[in-house]
């Protein structure tokens, strides 16, 4: 089946440790996002990429690092620098050409939280 | 202001009864609009798109755009009790590198 996964579903983080979020689709996407979603708000971007070697920051970068080496892998960290990083954290992916409607089909989520 | 506007809600309605969801975006160049839905810890699904002025139908769902009112919004014919989720309104705009700006989502009861 195709689809996008992410890994773990539940992670739970001392204060000053960095943790990795796993996001793996086999849709041959080309676009991949990560947001953040906390309680009564909408998702923001953290981090997205268009092709493989290459993303950029989005809206909420900051404590946080991402790679793309691998059209299928998009992994996120989040680093000690991320002073609240309690959260549910969504992947995304959407095709190159999705006859401009960018529609943003979601992985199950992995829902972060500091001990 | 914020970008996407939505009514937090809860918005409570009948079973059987129409929902009616609304959404409101600032930039004017935005070409794109989305209606997902999101149960309790899950991730959102996409309902709905829609890019052109008018209704645009999908079983019991129409979703409804005025770009001159810069207004979108979601019509729930025949709610029913697993219609019960929050309803995240998204635009790809103009902005920001034609980015998808989320609302904070509107949550729906359909009661039984």
């Known amino acids: 089946d195709g689809g996008i996964t992410q890994s773990p579903k539940y992670l739970f983080r001392k204060e000053g440790q960095n943790v990795t979020l796993s996001c793996e689709q086999n849709?041959?996407?080309?676009?991949m996002y990560w947001y953040r979603q906390d309680p009564g708000q909408g998702l923001r971007l953290i981090y997205y990429?268009?092709?493989?070697?290459?993303?950029q920051k989005g809206d909420i970068a900051e404590g946080y690092s991402v790679s793309r080496e691998k059209k299928e892998s998009f992994p996120l960290t989040v680093t000690s620098a991320q002073k609240n990083p309690t959260a549910f954290y969504l992947c995304?992916?959407?095709?190159?050409?999705?006859?401009?409607?960018?529609?943003?089909?979601f992985g199950p989520g992995t829902r972060l939280t500091v001990l | 202001q914020k970008e996407v506007e939505q009514n937090s809600g809860p918005l409570s309605v009948p079973e059987g009864a129409i929902a009616s969801l609304n959404c409101t975006y600032s930039?004017?160049?935005?070409?794109?609009f989305f209606w997902y839905r999101q149960y309790s810890g899950k991730s959102p699904e996409l309902i709905m798109f829609?890019?052109?002025?008018g209704d645009k139908e999908d079983g019991r769902f129409t979703a409804q755009l005025n770009k001159a009112s810069q207004y979108v919004s979601l019509l729930i014919r025949d709610s029913q009790p697993s219609d019960s989720a929050t309803y995240l309104c998204?635009?790809?705009?103009?902005?920001?590198?034609?980015?998808?700006?989320f609302g904070a989502g509107t949550r729906l009861f359909v009661k039984a």
């Open positions: 995304a992916s959407t095709p190159a050409d999705s006859g401009g409607t960018d529609t943003q089909y």
């Open positions: 849709l041959n996407h080309d676009a």
């Open positions: 990429s268009q092709i493989v070697n290459d993303f």
């Open positions: 930039d004017r160049g935005s070409q794109s």
């Open positions: 829609i890019y052109s002025n």
């Open positions: 998204a635009v790809k705009g103009r902005t920001g590198g034609f980015k998808t700006i």
